[in-house]
């Protein structure tokens, strides 16, 4: 077999790229990240909101904390329609981040890179441009130029996170299905302190923009990012030549004084490639499917893209599961992508509607919208991100069973010494199975029953019991947490005790009332090979391995 340079190679070092390379990482597996350019390059507020749960996917590489602590934390998004508020809602506050946390994408990158250059497993490469890509059934060979120098790696898989215009598409022929809008819009960051809540503001038809539409957003350190609809004929740069575009701004703010920090323009996409897998070359983030800005779901979604991807690397290089298993990558973040088209889809034919009736209908709407409740819940100003749920994935069969199998697990306070302080921060670093039960007894049952079937790859086990319960008879290997007194979200529970198990991702794969199909689920849902006779996999006894790949709990 040819040598390799590292088992993953990972062109983009953005946030999907870097994501990507640290969750590996806290996975064991090497990789080495390319980037064309030179360094980070400073882009504004571009990607400006980081959803809460995906900030969850960063706590796993210990990158959320800082993210949260300097960005702006917001739960409000008003929307207004010529200049009068119509509506405010007002999104609940979950117990770790969020619900979203404005902060630009640069000072995202810089904690990431930050925290990926401490990775001994990770080698992040700046100024390499990728010029050629082969592969064959073993690997992938990738040719790249650095400073006049033409340098050859070699990987088993190779993930593209390289953007939008992404180079890998290009060399690799991959279908770029979808659109790009014709309309232009304007980001511009600004320095001021306004009298404005630190929320989301959408505005329709405001006196500022008229005819069309205008958003604003918080930034940390006092900036506001504002997005302006164009007008076809619009200049910018002729606007801030002869004195406009300043009267553009103080339209909007009025006579505070402000600093120009950024201003760009962009035309956005509605577009996702035809396969997220090529053989053993995987798309992600923006050069998978890029997406309007409405409801803040490119960088989140790629960075969820990231996160269920690398656990299926994983489980492959451990020699866990063969490479079908990355067919599974496709098939769910190729759905969410849809979804996320269908949703911004919607959203575009509202705010820039395709033809004059369109237009008039939604003319009306929106006048009507001040004074009618109906009209008013008809108006779309972009429904914000989420995670998608993985109702028709391979991995997890007959999710339709119940409402939070394939979803991404709720969270719930924990208390007790030595534990996590969520339930969320018990999950990422393998499978995890949570025995919820009222009492020890009925864990440790859930405990022996699941042991009853050899276990096709390792996984952890959690009894999730009431507060001051005791413990006497559980498991010396099975991880105990007690819940706070909220208890768990409805839906958890059952009225006799219940296993879930949790993907390395986060995401529910399975429940039931039997231990002894345990076993089995977690074989499907980790697309694992056929256990040994003896009960063992290829890293030992999974019993005996588990305990270490649960974060927060000693190994």
């Given at each position: 077999m040819t040598a390799?340079?590292?088992?993953?190679?990972?062109?983009g070092?953005?946030?999907?790229?870097?994501?990507?390379?640290?969750?590996?990482?806290?996975?064991g597996?090497?990789?080495?990240?390319?980037?064309?350019?030179?360094?980070?390059?400073?882009?504004?507020?571009?990607?400006?909101?980081?959803?809460?749960?995906?900030?969850?996917?960063?706590?796993?590489a210990?990158c959320?904390d800082?993210?949260?602590a300097?960005g702006v934390?917001w739960?409000?998004?008003r929307?207004?329609?010529?200049n009068?508020?119509?509506?405010?809602?007002?999104?609940?506050?979950?117990?770790?981040?969020?619900p979203f946390?404005n902060?630009?994408q640069y000072?995202?990158e810089?904690v990431?890179?930050?925290r990926a250059?401490?990775?001994?497993?990770i080698?992040l490469?700046?100024?390499?441009?990728?010029e050629d890509?082969?592969?064959?059934?073993?690997g992938?060979?990738?040719?790249?130029?650095?400073s006049?120098?033409e340098q050859?790696l070699?990987?088993r898989?190779l993930?593209a996170?390289?953007?939008v215009r992404s180079?890998?598409?290009?060399?690799?022929?991959?279908?770029?299905t979808?659109y790009?809008h014709?309309?232009?819009?304007?980001?511009?960051d600004?320095k001021a302190?306004?009298?404005?809540?630190?929320?989301?503001?959408?505005?329709?038809?405001?006196?500022?923009?008229?005819?069309?539409?205008l958003?604003?957003?918080p930034?940390p350190d006092d900036i506001w990012?504002?997005d302006w609809?164009?007008?076809p004929?619009a200049?910018i740069?002729?606007?801030?030549?002869?004195?406009?575009?300043?009267?553009?701004?103080?339209a909007?703010?009025?006579d505070?004084?402000?600093?120009?920090?950024?201003v760009?323009?962009?035309?956005f996409?509605q577009?996702?490639v035809a396969r997220?897998?090529?053989?053993?070359?995987?798309?992600?983030?923006?050069a998978?499917?890029?997406?309007?800005?409405?409801?803040?779901?490119?960088?989140?979604?790629g960075?969820?893209?990231?996160?269920?991807?690398?656990w299926?690397?994983?489980?492959?290089?451990?020699?866990?599961a063969?490479?079908?298993?990355?067919?599974s990558?496709?098939t769910?973040?190729y759905?969410?992508?849809?979804?996320?088209?269908?949703?911004?889809e919607?959203?575009?034919r509202f705010?820039?509607?395709?033809?004059?009736l369109?237009?008039?209908?939604?003319?009306v709407?929106l006048?009507?919208?001040?004074?009618?409740?109906?009209?008013?819940?008809?108006?779309?100003?972009?429904?914000?991100a989420?995670?998608?749920?993985?109702?028709?994935?391979?991995?997890?069969?007959?999710?339709?069973?119940?409402?939070?199998l394939?979803?991404?697990?709720?969270?719930?306070?924990?208390t007790?010494?030595?534990?996590p302080?969520?339930?969320?921060?018990l999950?990422?670093?393998?499978?995890?199975?949570?025995?919820i039960?009222p009492?020890?007894?009925g864990?440790?049952?859930l405990?022996?029953?699941?042991?009853?079937?050899p276990?096709?790859?390792?996984a952890?086990?959690?009894?999730?019991?009431?507060a001051g319960?005791?413990?006497d008879?559980?498991?010396?290997d099975v991880?105990?947490?007690?819940t706070?007194p909220?208890g768990?979200?409805?839906g958890?529970?059952?009225?006799?005790?219940?296993w879930?198990?949790v993907?390395p991702?986060?995401?529910?794969?399975?429940?039931s009332?039997?231990g002894e199909?345990?076993?089995?689920?977690?074989?499907?849902?980790?697309g694992?090979?056929?256990p040994?006779?003896d009960?063992t996999?290829?890293?030992?006894?999974?019993?005996?391995?588990?305990?270490?790949?649960?974060r927060?709990t000693?190994?």
């Open positions: 390799v340079d590292a088992p993953v190679g990972i062109v070092a953005g946030p999907v790229g870097l994501v990507a390379a640290l969750r590996l990482a806290g996975l597996v090497a990789s080495i990240v390319l980037d064309a350019k030179p360094s980070l390059v400073k882009q504004g507020s571009k990607a400006c909101l980081i959803q809460g749960d995906v900030l969850e996917i960063l706590d796993k210990g959320a800082p993210v949260d300097e934390t739960r409000v998004a929307t207004y329609v010529a009068e508020e119509i509506r405010a809602v007002t999104h609940p506050q979950p117990l770790g981040y969020g946390v902060i630009s000072r995202i810089q990431l890179a930050e250059a401490a990775e001994p497993l080698d490469r700046w100024d390499h441009q990728v890509v082969a592969q064959d059934a073993a992938v060979t990738l040719t790249a130029r650095t006049g120098a050859v070699r990987f898989h993930v996170c390289d953007g180079t890998l598409r290009e060399l690799l022929g991959v279908e770029w979808g790009t014709k309309d232009r819009f304007l980001i511009t600004i302190e306004l009298p404005l809540a630190k929320e989301r503001h959408f505005h329709y038809n405001p006196s500022f923009n008229p005819g069309r539409q958003v604003m957003h930034q990012r504002i609809q164009l007008p004929d200049d740069e002729a606007e801030r030549a002869d004195g406009r575009f300043d009267a553009r701004v103080r909007v703010i009025g505070i004084p402000y600093e120009i920090d950024w760009s323009t962009y035309r996409h577009r996702v997220l897998r090529v053989g053993r070359v995987l798309f992600a983030g923006d998978a499917h890029a997406l309007p800005p409405y409801g803040s779901r490119g960088m989140n979604s960075i969820q893209d990231a996160d269920n991807l690398a299926k690397l994983a489980q492959i290089e451990r020699g866990l063969d490479e079908e298993l990355l067919e990558y496709h769910e973040r759905a969410a992508a849809r979804e996320n088209l269908r949703v911004t919607a959203t575009i705010m820039v509607p395709p033809h004059p369109r237009r008039w209908a939604r003319s709407l006048r009507l919208s001040k004074v009618l409740p109906s009209a008013e819940r008809r108006v779309n100003s972009g429904r914000m989420e995670p998608y749920v993985y109702r028709e994935s391979p991995l997890i069969p007959g999710a339709e069973a119940h409402p939070l394939g979803a991404f697990a709720p969270d719930a306070a924990l007790g010494e030595g534990a302080d969520r339930l969320r921060r999950f990422g670093r393998g499978f995890t199975g949570l025995l039960a009492d020890a007894a864990a440790a049952r405990a022996a029953e699941a042991r009853s079937h276990w096709a790859v390792p952890g086990l959690v009894a999730v019991l009431p319960v005791p413990a008879g559980l498991p010396e991880t105990l947490v007690r706070g909220d768990l979200p409805a958890y529970a059952a009225t006799t005790p219940v879930w198990l993907r991702d986060g995401h529910l794969a399975a429940r009332t039997r199909s345990f076993a089995a689920a977690l074989h499907t849902a980790a694992a090979r056929v040994a006779d009960g996999t290829p890293e030992g006894d999974a019993a005996r391995v588990a305990a270490p790949l649960l927060g000693k190994a």
